[in-house]
């Protein structure tokens, strides 16, 4: 079974940055692809980033530029480093595993409980 765990959230400025982390366990390979994703209130969840086992990378266009992924496989540990922060990226970040072709469109097999992320203006 797998498990992820979110941490890093919380309330900061616009302008301001954030560290996400989630931390993996159970049977998951460190060369599975990993990504996170985002809920805001009253809206669809959302693809953010996603990075491969030997750790491509892609992201939504709305964070390109801002937000960095990446990955530490000795922690069977992702991160997302987010920049620039505005208000519109308030929402609860998920981290996801076993992510399948429809990945773009919320395609995965093991979600975390999410970590809610404020961005004040």
């Known amino acids: 079974q797998v498990q992820l765990q979110e941490s890093g959230g919380g309330l900061v400025q616009a302008g301001g940055s954030l560290r996400l982390s989630c931390a993996a366990s159970g049977n998951i390979f460190s060369s599975n692809a990993m990504a996170w994703y985002r809920q805001a209130p009253g809206k669809q969840r959302e693809f953010v980033a996603r990075?491969?086992?030997?750790?491509?990378?892609n992201y939504a266009d709305s964070v390109k530029g801002r937000f960095t992924i990446s990955r530490d496989n000795a922690k069977n540990t992702v991160y997302l480093q987010m920049n620039s922060l505005k208000p519109e990226d308030t929402a609860v970040y998920y981290c996801?595993?076993?992510?399948?072709?429809?990945?773009?469109?919320?395609?995965?097999?093991?979600w975390g409980q999410g970590t809610q992320v404020t961005v004040s203006s």
């Open positions: 996801a595993a076993g992510l399948l072709l429809t990945y773009l469109s919320g395609g995965a097999q093991y």
């Open positions: 990075i491969t086992g030997s750790s491509r990378t």
